[in-house]
């Protein structure tokens, strides 16, 4: 019994300091996170530097590129967002140096279709500024995202990139809410939260390392009886 009480107590502890390890971790990321939302918009990386870009140190940077929209490789993403369900426009940036996917922002149903938001097809140079964020890999929960059949669940960069043919930044750009042309698509819905529950695990943790002890000390105490 008393080897089990030990056994137990030690797990408790150790899963409740792992939880406080975990909630220093993710305050820091938080922190990093509004540092980057609150600085000035910096050139978006170049080629060189992809290979050192990741989702800690680098994800929802500001960052800004200059180029033209290669709009006969536009894909649309499906998406739910405050304004409704419909599509994240994904549309390839051309730039001097690199290439990288945009999301231009939402669109309702209706207007998947470009043919329908003629006046959103902006044509000639522009400026892009926005987040940087990773790729979304394989799709969404229970859908896989389907090329062939132009169905598209994640913002998959990689996938995207090769379904269209393209060499592009292993990233893509978030674009502010900047308006476009004729009020489509709709920019900056970036929803920046993390989930911050590791406090109360610990607690829950420690709670059920005091309830051993608790538990032990009246075993002992009937015992001795």
């Known amino acids: ?11 408790f502890l150790s899963l409740g300091v792992w939880q406080i390890e975990r909630l220093a971790w993710k305050q820091d990321l938080i922190a990093r996170v509004d540092a ?6 910096v050139a978006a990386p170049l080629p060189a530097a992809w290979d050192d870009i990741t989702r800690d140190s680098d994800e929802y940077r500001k960052i800004t590129a200059q180029g033209r929209f290669d709009h006969t490789h536009e894909v649309q993403v499906q998406a739910v967002t405050e304004l409704g369900a419909g599509y994240w426009v994904v ?5 001097t140096d690199a290439t990288y996917l945009v999301n231009r922002g939402f669109v ?7 043919a329908n938001r003629p006046n959103g097809q902006v044509a000639g140079q522009v400026t892009v500024t926005g987040l940087l964020r990773m790729s979304e890999p394989d799709g969404a929960f229970l859908r896989s995202n389907d090329p062939a059949n132009n169905r598209w669940y994640s913002r998959d960069v990689a996938a995207i990139a090769a379904d269209q043919g393209l060499a592009t930044a292993p990233f893509f750009i978030d ?8 009020g489509y698509p709709i920019g900056g819905l970036t929803i920046v ?20 002890l608790a538990a032990a000390f009246f ?4 015992e001795r009886k």
């Open 1 to 11: 019994m008393a080897g089990a009480a030990l056994l137990l107590l030690g797990l």
């Open 36 to 41: 980057r939302l609150e600085a000035d918009p």
């Open 91 to 95: 549309t390839p940036l051309v730039t």
């Open 108 to 114: 309702p149903t209706e207007l998947r279709d470009p």
């Open 175 to 182: 674009a502010d809410d900047a308006p476009n042309a004729g």
């Open 193 to 212: 939260a993390f989930r911050n529950s590791h406090l109360s695990y610990a607690l829950t943790w420690f709670a059920l390392a005091v309830g051993v």
């Open 219 to 222: 075993v002992w105490r009937h």
